[in-house]
């Protein structure tokens, strides 16, 4: 599996910005992409996934309902539309996947950063 984010930038608080992660490699529904981020200084953190079947989406309590994930079933991506954005989503954010079953993400791709200026 190979994962490719893109979509990164400097926004201005309340902002948006959209991450796109490109997955290919023999991706399937046995899989969960999500997102991830770590700020400096901090430890890396989840922040929304959704499982490959595109029916499942989950998303930590911090930016439930200012990001929203979804797949594009024709692109093969998975993507992160970030709204309202807050200095502290200053990030280096990651795709990964990993499977279903499993409780750590296998396959990364490189960071994107977000940066947003108060």
């Known amino acids: 599996v190979q994962l490719q984010a893109s979509g990164g930038g400097l926004v201005q608080a309340g902002g948006s910005l959209r991450l796109s992660c490109a997955a290919s490699g023999g991706i399937d529904t046995r899989y969960m992409v999500g997102w991830l981020r770590q700020a400096p200084g901090k430890q890396r953190e989840f922040v929304a996934g959704?499982?490959?079947?595109?029916?499942?989406?989950r998303y930590v309590d911090s930016v439930k309902g200012r990001f929203t994930v979804s797949r594009d079933k024709f692109k093969n991506t998975v993507d992160l539309q970030m709204n309202s954005l807050k200095p502290e989503d200053t990030a280096l954010y990651y795709c990964?996947?990993?499977?279903?079953?499993?409780?750590?993400?296998?396959?990364w791709g490189q960071g994107t950063l977000v940066t947003v200026s108060s």
């Open positions: 990964a996947a990993k499977l279903l079953s499993a409780s750590e993400w296998r396959y």
């Open positions: 959704i499982t490959w079947s595109g029916q499942a989406t």
